[in-house]
């Protein structure tokens, strides 16, 4: 097993660890446990919001038995001018293991990394990379599909984002088929050379996809207002109450959270059964897991896989 000390982009992970971490997240979601980071203490930076993420990585920790630390930006001494990498070094000082880490700028996870060689999960930065996001849905849909290969996934809305772009790679590196479809102005055309389709009418596509992973419209990253509002948006690219009449039987429904309800997705979507959402936010809780003991107990992971991947 390829020893991992980071995880900052797909590009850390190959075909064998995502393979790893997908059934090291299957043994966890059946309640087959170990205290894979005890003795560990693992610092949460958060610099930017968060209910979902915050809160799976800091349980997966508590289950695993490992301990952790947690920083947010508000009421800390950069208040003062202390820099990120100043922080990051006070904490590392006190005696942490590694770090999670979320931040508004992309590059932020990389540059602690490369400034105090602990391992780093990138928990979303900027518009770059949010890579458990993409593991925990990928997850839900092998749970769902079993097998992914030559699927057709619609990623909708605002594309041009970090939980898109780490999808995208991941999706690619398993052969499924991604189609992006959004106003042009939320569409970032550079995907293209990631080997992805690009639609702007969904009404052409939408019942011929097997899923379709909607996105919240991030105005926290525009400069001004990418969509003329939200209502147009709807009409256009909105999972409405009527297309879902148009959408096959046995296509699904994912969205990362938080949603605009009434926007991306309309109230029905979240009683259709083939809404997966609350899924992917339990099995964030068993894909954090499998990262944290991959990266901090990469032996210790490597026996519980062999020992228990027997008992699937
Ligand atoms: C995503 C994020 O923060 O990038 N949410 C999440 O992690 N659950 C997507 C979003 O905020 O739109």
Known sequence: MAALDQLI???????????????????????????????????????????????????????????????????????????????????????????????????????????????????????????????????????????????????????NQRVARSNIKLLKM???????????????????SLGVKIETDLDQIIGSVDAIMALRIQTERQNSMQIPNVNEFRKFW???????KSIKKDTVILHPGPTNWGVELDYEVSDDSRSLISKQVQNGLFVRMSVLSKIFNPNGFKDFLENKGKQL
């Open 9 to 159: 982009s797909i590009k850390d992970l190959t075909p064998a660890s995502v393979h790893e971490v997908l059934l090291g997240a299957k043994l966890f979601s059946k309640n087959i446990h170990s205290p894979l980071l005890s003795n560990q203490t693992i610092a949460l930076l958060f610099f930017e919001n968060s209910t979902r993420t915050k809160i799976s990585f800091e349980l997966a920790i508590k289950k695993l038995s490992g301990s952790s630390v947690y920083f947010s930006s508000s009421g800390s001494s950069m208040s003062k001018g202390e820099t990120v990498l100043d922080t990051t070094q006070t904490i590392r000082a006190m005696g942490v293991n590694g770090f999670i880490v979320r931040h508004q700028t992309a590059g932020v996870p990389l540059s602690i990394k490369l400034s105090l060689n602990l391992p780093v999960i990138n928990a979303g930065d900027g518009t770059h990379e949010h890579p458990t996001q993409a593991l925990l849905d990928i997850f839900t849909l092998i749970e769902h599909f079993k097998d992914i290969k030559n699927k057709k996934i619609l990623i909708l809305g605002d594309t």
């Open 174 to 192: 398993l052969g499924a088929e991604v189609i992006l479809c959004g106003p042009h102005t939320l569409i970032n055309k550079n995907f293209l």
């Open 238 to 244: 909105g999972v409405t109450a009527s297309r879902l």
